[in-house]
């Protein structure tokens, strides 16, 4: 996968998650609180069940674009032989995931950014 389409997965996937964690945070912004009297306890419900269960499900299906730049990005990385990104990829997925679809490698790690010379010897 192209580190330009890992790119647009992976924003389009943010976009979508912000957007779902807004939804989420003002669909339980006005919980409502109740107080059992069997159990003395509290529970609090979301006073806009309907917007946080739309902020839920974008937050998932968020997550698939992300999920599925990450794992091009993983498999490019190993096509390249970029052993250090990949683990980077792994371990520090988020910021390391952010970092890559801007400034990631897209040559082979064993390969040379200079034209291949020959040695110009005088004709005797």
């Given at each position: 996968m192209s580190r330009s389409l890992s790119r647009n997965l992976?924003?389009?996937?943010?976009?979508?998650?912000?957007i779902g964690v807004v939804l989420i945070g003002?669909?339980?912004?006005?919980?409502?609180?109740?107080?059992?009297?069997?159990?003395?306890?509290?529970?609090t419900t979301?006073?806009?069940?309907g917007l946080f269960l739309a902020g839920l499900a974008l937050t998932i299906i968020g997550s698939i674009p992300i999920a599925v730049?990450?794992?091009g990005?993983?498999?490019?990385t190993a096509q390249l032989g970029q052993w250090i990104w990949f683990i980077l990829l792994?371990?520090?997925?988020?910021v390391t995931m952010l970092?890559?679809?801007?400034?990631?490698?897209t040559t082979p790690a064993n390969s040379?950014?200079?034209?291949?010379?020959?040695?110009?010897?005088?004709?005797?």
């Amino acid at each position: 996968m192209s580190r330009s389409l890992s790119r647009n997965l992976y924003l389009i996937g943010l976009v979508i998650i912000i957007i779902g964690v807004v939804l989420i945070g003002v669909g339980a912004a006005q919980g409502t609180t109740t107080t059992t009297l069997n159990s003395g306890g509290t529970v609090t419900t979301p006073n806009n069940a309907g917007l946080f269960l739309a902020g839920l499900a974008l937050t998932i299906i968020g997550s698939i674009p992300i999920a599925v730049a990450w794992i091009g990005a993983l498999v490019k990385t190993a096509q390249l032989g970029q052993w250090i990104w990949f683990i980077l990829l792994i371990v520090f997925s988020g910021v390391t995931m952010l970092v890559y679809i801007f400034a990631g490698p897209t040559t082979p790690a064993n390969s040379n950014n200079y034209p291949a010379q020959t040695p110009n010897y005088p004709q005797q």
